[in-house]
């Protein structure tokens, strides 16, 4: 085990809030199409160097789903946080560990779901690939996480549900932790988290040094 | 419209074969999220600098569908191929323009699946990203495409259905076509095709500049 995370940045959609209000507006099975497609799409303008925009992206794919994308995408602005979010947050602040989202999408929704479900005071910003016009798993929003936080890289750690995520982190040369809520096993292809936990909570403990 | 192509690179999965016959052993729907995020995964991990193996990443994801991974993954071997395929090669072969196949899996099935279909004297290769050890959209395969036919870039023509193909063939320097059979529309973030048609067939006319 490496030494303690002295802060962290979090992914947003699906590791800290439900996409279950968009999915709950579209045809059932859709929503993880939808998804995987708008990852793949960004991911690859990421290879060719473009700066994809997610709200573009989500938009379009959208509409293959339902006739009116702009009242689901607003659903992004009002999702409800997983039941472990409150708890993980709680434990890094009575830690003393500073946390910041990192999203491939704008900071503002995730301000506003922040504010929403009274979440606000448990972190210290809100990070946005558009700070530094590039993708994860690029390094750059990795190393700019670490930067605005003012901690060596190798002591801030990601933390998400994502595969893909971990495995950008771990090359940018961070700490990972990853929660097994939403894939289940890791893609053997991908760089090992640190960490792994059934819940965020699980996750922040271990990252802490603290019990698993 | 530019000097018309001298040599075409064929995108295989879903361009030319259909993925019915997978798509009929898993549930309903579940064939679209399963491709989006092998492509997903192999984009990030693209993006990382890493060799993803097709092969690999689709095993992996069916495994979220079926109790039968290596059962559904060989009918990639025994795909049917798109009505449009065999005019659009002929007209190819009567032209005397040369195609190849240009995939992000591997050659084995691809040649496999020509041979079955009977359409193997209308390719003059199967070329694949593992001649160059990274996944399309990034330029090298492209590029490997044209050395191997001895054609200017700018000659030759990627025919595909998928958005990023044809963004990344534009990046690198081809010709492109885009065959709206699958997607409808294509995503505004991407590079435009040269030419574009409802079929494969014209596309290729729009290509060798004769009649759409």
Redesign the interface.
């Known amino acids: 085990m490496p030494l303690p995370a002295l802060a962290v940045a979090l992914d947003v959609n699906e590791t800290l809030f439900s996409l279950d209000r968009m999915a709950a507006r579209l045809p059932?099975?859709?929503l993880?199409?939808w998804f995987?497609?708008v990852?793949?799409?960004g991911?690859?303008?990421?290879?060719?160097?473009?700066a994809?925009?997610f709200r573009?992206?989500a938009l379009?794919h959208l509409a293959a789903f339902t006739d009116d994308p702009e009242g689901v995408l607003a659903e992004f602005g009002r999702l409800d946080p997983h039941p472990d979010v409150r708890p993980a947050l709680e434990r890094l602040r009575d830690a003393g560990v500073p946390a910041v989202t990192l999203t491939n999408g704008s900071s503002d929704p995730v301000r506003a779901m922040f504010a929403g479900a009274g979440l606000q005071d448990l972190v210290q910003g809100y990070l946005s690939v558009d700070d530094v016009g590039v993708?994860k798993?690029?390094p750059e929003p990795y190393h700019h996480a670490a930067a605005h936080l003012g901690v060596p890289r190798d002591r801030l750690a990601l933390i998400a549900v994502h595969?893909?995520d971990v495995?950008?982190a771990k090359?940018a040369g961070l700490l990972a932790g990853w929660c097994s809520r939403l894939e289940g096993?890791l893609?053997?292809?991908?760089e090992r988290p640190d960490v792994t936990g059934d819940t965020l909570v699980e996750v922040v403990d271990g990252l802490l040094g603290g019990p698993r």
Chains 1, 2 share one sequence.
Do not use: S
């Open positions: 059932p099975g859709a993880p199409t995987a497609r990852l793949r799409d991911f690859a303008l990421t290879v060719t160097g473009d994809p925009r573009d992206l379009t993708w798993p690029r595969g893909w495995h950008g090359r096993a893609l053997t292809q991908y």
